[in-house]
């Protein structure tokens, strides 16, 4: 065994304070890189990936490549917005837009509409209006004139002898509506064919479809003792007779 010098000292006892001091410290760093990663960890600098089984460090403030290159930013507000919410608001502006313009279009052919009908309105009150098509009805409504053709109404008898003034005149509707007036012409002849002369009336008349009614109207020549061919004419005069063509010009149905 070693023994101690005259002034005390002891080599062994000095080699293991050494030992004991450098342990200490190694102890001392240990804690405290254990304590800054913990530190760190808390904060969530720093982060375990269990799929790759190592340790990644993220900066303050830092990001992804991709997040950056995704992400827009807004010159006028500095608001950031990613690329795909920026091309959905795009969209989004051009069908505002293309609604808008449509809208206007629409509102444009409303006042178009509008004021061709006010015109048309303003029109009518004056009186100025001409029918652009003459509108055809199959049946007329009642009380009003209907489209006259000539074998609506047809003269059925016609009778007038030299003692009476009035002649009565059977009228037949070919009609399939019953007609309330007939407007027409009577123009009589002489036996010789030649015109003597012609009377326009209007007789308000009800006649059923397909019937004939008998109406009076004055005789040709009464005061000159003229009769119709048909009837007795005077006997001292027997040359006065006359014939008769009836023209129908308009009629009412009920």
Avoid at 122 to 130: D, I, L, P
Avoid at 151 to 177: E, G, P, Q
Avoid at 203 to 217: A, N, R
Wanted: with cysteine; aromatic share 10%.
């Amino acid at each position: 065994m070693m023994r101690q010098n005259r002034n005390g000292y002891d080599p062994m006892h000095e080699e293991g304070s050494n030992q004991k001091g450098c342990l200490l410290k190694m102890l001392f760093f240990i804690a405290t890189v254990v304590i800054v990663f913990v530190v760190l960890w808390a904060t969530g600098l720093i982060r375990f990936e269990d799929t790759e089984q190592e340790v990644s460090v993220k900066a303050a403030g830092a990001v992804k490549t991709e997040e950056v290159e995704e992400y827009m930013v807004m010159p006028s507000s500095g608001f950031m917005v990613t690329e795909r919410e920026w091309n959905a608001l795009q969209a989004e502006v051009r069908q505002l837009r293309n609604e808008v313009k449509q809208l206007k279009k629409d509102n444009a052919k409303q006042a178009t509409s509008s004021h061709s009908i006010a015109i048309r309105e303003k029109e009518m009150e004056q009186g100025n209006t001409k029918p652009t098509s003459r509108p055809v009805a199959e049946k007329a409504t009642p009380s009003t004139p209907a489209a006259v053709s000539a074998n609506d109404i047809t003269l059925a008898n016609y009778s007038h002898d030299w003692v009476k003034s009035d002649a009565t005149v059977a009228f037949k509707n070919n009609t399939d509506r019953t007609v309330s007036g007939i407007t027409g012409r009577m123009i009589y002849y002489d036996m010789n064919g030649n015109m003597l002369d012609y009377q326009d009336f209007t007789k308000p008349v009800t006649i059923e479809p397909g019937m004939v009614k008998s109406v009076t109207l004055p005789g040709y020549g009464y005061r000159e003792n003229y009769a119709y061919y048909k009837n007795d004419a005077i006997p001292t005069n027997p040359d006065r007779k006359y014939k008769v063509k009836f023209e129908l010009k308009s009629y009412k149905l009920k």
